[in-house]
């Protein structure tokens, strides 16, 4: 049987995942601040909330991808929320929060019998649509079993798991997004060199994504600059996570001097 | 039947190579300011020469390994060894040099019937052993077509061509290397958060590099931050090569703010 979804949050990437879901069969009740994206799934099928309260049934699975910090916790500090959610359900939050802010939250849900998982995503919104994310994973193990089948009707390739430790998951999140703003900058700044003294920039990604960088993020990304596509990516999304990455690394006494001068960039 | 080679400079990564060219058959002539490093390959049949000019026959091949500009214009512009080189020899230039030199040399070349093959080399020590080096070549055609199975011999799985254009495959290699360095500053950035927060730096790596960065540089470089192995990498390889990689950004006006802050990293 598949478990029945309270879905929050209706953005680029939650579409094509609530659409993955309900063709795996589950049945959803969406929130979404604009109801009108719900429209079109409520007409497959869906039930459109009208607030987030009446997505969260006691006992059941929410899954949630909303924007940052404040949007999450705002939701789980409303009137109700973990108390309806209860003992037994399990908030799946995919959104890619700060550390800090998932230990409180994670810590909230436990006080109320629920339980958090951490399952923030890499992948862009068409790998979303061809199943191919990636979603790692943290929080209390019973939850995560249960919950393990939903993320790969999600959309997800693979699912890596970091523990029971809250944070961990986000850790690697905020990780593997500052690499990947670390390399498009650096595609960036060395593209346009190669631009000045003639060499065509495509021929130079050619070369390195098939000999040192055979990954998906180098050549995708050194295409499109190749290209001279520019607004590839939304620049909020980077100044965000590269952000988070920086004050987590400030606040443990790591040096952030990649990562400051990447928030220079897209700031 | 193999090409009499002449050789200059035998470093980390000359003496592998010294050591294939040898094995693929070819005579060597080889010239190293510490003659000790020569004699094993005397042994085996190389000849040592006394000084720089001893390497060079007339229209013959001449390779080039050394650590800079000045040590290679040193030697390029000494009395005789252009007009001994003469009409048709061929200089294949290995070092990392600035493109600026190598136009320099290259039209000095020229003037003298002779051709500078620019072919620096993507690749550690243990790869030219392996004969996985990358080499990317610029330079004159007919030159280069003559050489490239003595690159080949040298350790090179693939080579790739920049054209004939002076500076085009050292761009290349300025490009590739600033890369490599920004990948490893960053890994060093994001796995020293991941050690603070309590992640382990290898089940980061190990994720990432089969996700998002299933990428050479990324799975060395991850293994050996994750296993605090440090001095890795010979710190004065990064700040020569990310220093000329930002000198000729800034000469072309491109923005050279992650090659600044590499650089600032590696001084």
């Known amino acids: 049987m598949h478990e029945a979804i309270g879905f929050l949050g209706l953005g680029n990437l939650g579409r094509p995942i609530v659409t993955n879901l309900m063709a795996a069969g589950h049945q959803l009740t969406i929130y979404n601040r604009d109801a009108g994206k719900v ?8 039930v459109c909330a009208n607030q987030p309260l009446d997505v969260v049934s006691p006992g059941g699975v929410v899954l949630s991808l ?19 959610l209860g003992t037994g359900g399990v908030h799946v939050s995919m959104t890619t929060l700060s550390p800090d802010c998932s230990r409180r939250l994670m810590a909230l849900h436990a006080e109320h019998g629920s339980a958090m998982v951490e399952a923030p ?30 993320l790969r009707a999600a959309g997800a390739q693979g699912v890596f798991d970091f523990g029971e430790q809250a944070g961990a998951a986000l850790a690697v999140k905020l990780i593997g997004n500052m690499l ?14 190669s631009q000045k003294m003639g060499v065509p920039p495509q021929s130079v990604v050619d070369m390195l994504t098939t000999t ?45 001097t990649v990562s400051g001068t990447l928030l220079s960039l897209y700031q």
């Open 39 to 46: 429209a079109p799934f409520v007409e497959r099928g869906a």
């Open 212 to 256: 040192l960088f055979p990954s998906p993020i180098y050549q995708s990304y050194g295409r499109l600059i190749a290209q001279g596509v520019s607004g590839a990516v939304d620049n909020r999304i980077p100044a965000k996570d590269v952000g988070l990455f920086k004050s987590a690394a400030e606040a443990l006494g790591v040096s952030a």
């Open 180 to 193: 990947i703003i670390s390399a498009m900058a650096s595609l960036k700044e060395g593209l346009a060199l």
């Open 66 to 84: 909303l924007w940052d910090d404040a949007s999450v916790e705002t939701i789980v500090r409303s009137e109700g929320f973990l108390a309806r």
């Open 121 to 150: 995503i890499f992948g862009r919104p068409e790998a979303a649509v061809d199943k191919k994310l990636w979603i790692v994973t943290a929080g209390a193990e019973a939850a995560k079993q249960r919950v393990r089948p939903v």
